[in-house]
């Protein structure tokens, strides 16, 4: 029968395990100095080497020539152990979890080792013992017989009672690093004569999430479709996104396009990919850009080299940390949601229109997001970026009404008095430089020449040319003065008389501060509103 690789590579000494150094150097320095404990409990999330590491110290503490802590693997003892002695009992807690199963245990441990020097008991996930269980095996823990070692393993160490836990020497595991992960597994390809591609071991262990066990079933299964394992073999036997949907779907997510994130959930779905898995490659995606807004230390980033450039790039475009950890909060409450739906393609949706629309949220992370969009708004006008407004002369002038050109022919004075008297032509308004309108230099002239009531209200104003019109600009009240008829035909008259010939009068008001100030919120609003941010004004 075929041998699964988890178990063919399991590992025979602590010399073997991986990851988890602090605990296999205290075990050894243990068995080396002869101090070993009656009671170990092993926690750790699956797959990081609890029931290996068990296995190896029940062999190490019967072993006849131990070598540095390790067991031999040659004497009597071991390969007794190896051969499943009478002396060393695996028991599994979820299946034999009643007081019954516990009161049978105590009273076996009472009796001697027949083939070897302890009598080990190793109780794999003690958590599911029932309460009436672990108070039968509180005295036995607490002072077994000299000649029995218990070991108890755990992935739920939160369920232990505290009774238990003070009677034993408690060692917890860590997750399997990525990179002692894949050399493993690369070792693993080459014992088995199959090539691995160094990038799909990375990804292997990556999926896995730091369960060795894991990333062995993995590539177990990879095996089984190639002999040569690429990162797209590893995509397909895992069903998982890669991570040209996950940039494809977040980039949706910072355009606020729920259009374009529900396509790329619909092109997974219509591929069979599971979603739910989907949903945890986009946490940890956006966990990479939490990671990277924040520090630079590579170690805690899971990630290739070349797909950092692309995780700097959304980091540039406008993803900040408050909208990343929305995004990771909505995600979390989607995958929990997944767990007991059968509707998962729904939950995916509905996450999706959620991270794309954040006014549909009223907490405290998405009035946040919206906060840190509206700051970048502000900075943005601050800076100058917003776009520019015509120029004020310009939109008047666009506006005026055409005039026919005047000719000395058709005026009653002497052609050489016109040219002494009229302004020079004025280039077309697209033509013109920055500075504006070019302004008319006997206005005072101008003003003198009409009635002195009229006369006294707008001396304050100041007149331009271009073309056939003149732009009047002065205070607000010059502007309604100068907007009644009556008064507009004296100016037009005055006008005629002193330049010698006729223009059209354009009304423009100089714009105080306060009025500046106006027109740069009102910039602001409507870019604000473009963006789609509506900001309320009071």
């Given at each position: 029968m075929y041998l699964a690789l988890y178990r063919k590579y399991r590992p025979r000494t602590f010399r073997d395990v991986i990851s988890q150094q602090h605990i296999t150097t205290t075990l050894t320095n243990q068995l080396k100095t002869g101090q070993v404990a009656h009671a170990y409990l092993f926690t750790g999330s699956r797959g990081t080497g609890k029931t290996s590491c068990a296995k190896i110290l029940a062999k190490a503490v019967n072993c006849l020539h131990p070598v540095d802590g390790n067991p031999c693997l040659e004497c009597e003892a071991c390969k007794l152990i190896d051969g499943n002695a009478s002396d060393i009992f695996e028991i599994d807690a979820a299946s034999n979890n009643g007081i019954d199963d516990v009161r049978a245990l105590r009273d076996e441990v009472m009796y001697a080792p027949i083939n070897c020097k302890y009598r080990v008991y190793i109780i794999d996930e003690v958590h599911m013992l029932s309460v009436p269980a672990f108070n039968a095996l509180l005295k036995?823990?607490?002072?077994?017989?000299?000649?029995?070692?218990?070991?108890?393993?755990?992935?739920?160490?939160?369920?232990?009672?505290?009774?238990?836990?003070?009677?034993?020497?408690?060692?917890?595991?860590?997750?399997?690093?990525?990179?002692?992960?894949?050399?493993?597994?690369?070792?693993?390809?080459?014992?088995?004569?199959?090539?691995?591609?160094?990038d799909a071991a990375y990804l292997i262990s990556r999926i896995s999430d730091g369960g060795m066990r894991d990333a062995l079933s993995l590539l177990d299964q990879c095996i089984s479709v190639s002999e040569n394992i690429t990162v797209q073999v590893v995509k397909e036997c895992a069903g998982v996104a890669g991570k040209e949907h996950l940039f494809a779907f977040t980039d949706a997510v910072l355009e606020k396009n729920p259009s374009k994130a529900l396509g790329v959930i619909d092109g997974?779905?219509?591929?069979?990919?599971?979603?739910?898995?989907?949903?945890?490659?986009?946490?940890?995606?956006?966990?990479?850009?939490?990671?990277?807004?924040?520090?630079?230390?590579?170690?805690?980033?899971?990630?290739?080299?070349?797909?950092?450039?692309?995780?700097?790039?959304?980091?540039?475009?406008?993803?900040?940390l408050p909208l990343i950890m929305r995004c990771i909060d909505i995600l979390t409450d989607c995958l929990g949601k997944m767990g007991g739906s059968s509707q998962r393609k729904i939950q995916a949706e509905m996450t999706a229109i959620r991270l794309c629309n954040p006014k549909l949220d009223s907490d405290v992370t998405s009035l946040t997001v919206?906060?840190?969009?509206?700051?970048?708004?502000?900075?943005?006008?601050?800076?100058?970026?917003?776009?520019?407004?015509?120029?004020?002369?310009?939109?008047?002038?666009?506006?005026?009404?055409?005039?026919?050109?005047?000719?000395?022919?058709?005026?009653e004075m002497p052609p050489a008095e016109i040219a002494a008297t009229a302004p020079e032509e004025t280039p077309p308004l697209d033509e013109q430089p920055e500075?504006?309108?070019?302004?008319?230099?006997?206005?005072?002239?101008?003003?003198?020449?009409?009635?002195?009531?009229?006369?006294?209200?707008?001396?304050?104003?100041?007149?331009?040319?271009?073309?056939?019109?003149?732009?009047?600009?002065g205070s607000l009240s010059v502007k309604d003065i100068l907007s009644q008829p009556e008064n507009n035909e004296k100016l037009k008259s005055a006008i005629e008389r002193v330049l010698g010939k006729s223009y059209a009068v354009v009304l423009s008001a100089d714009e105080s501060p306060a009025q500046q100030e106006e027109n740069r919120i009102e910039s602001f609003l409507a870019f604000a509103k473009e963006q789609g941010v509506t900001i309320k004004r009071k």
């Open positions: 036995t823990i607490e002072e077994p017989p000299g000649h029995v070692v218990f070991i108890l393993a755990t992935t739920e160490i939160h369920k232990v009672p505290a009774t238990i836990l003070s009677r034993c020497q408690r060692f917890e595991f860590r997750r399997i690093d990525l990179d002692e992960s894949a050399e493993r597994l690369m070792w693993v390809a080459e014992q088995e004569k199959i090539t691995l591609q160094k997974l779905y219509q591929q069979s990919k599971d979603l739910s898995r989907f949903v945890t490659e986009l946490i940890e995606h956006y966990r990479t850009l939490m990671l990277l807004s924040v520090t630079p230390d590579s170690k805690l980033i899971r990630a290739l080299p070349d797909e950092l450039e692309q995780y700097k790039s959304q980091l540039g475009n406008g993803y900040g919206r906060m840190d969009s509206l700051e970048s708004l502000v900075k943005k006008a601050l800076d100058g970026q917003l776009p520019a407004s015509p120029s004020y002369e310009r939109q008047i002038m666009a506006e005026m009404p055409p005039v026919a050109e005047a000719t000395p022919q058709d005026m500075a504006g309108l070019q302004p008319v230099t006997n206005w005072v002239e101008i003003i003198d020449s009409l009635p002195p009531s009229l006369a006294g209200l707008i001396e304050n104003s100041c007149g331009f040319y271009s073309g056939n019109a003149i732009l009047v600009q």
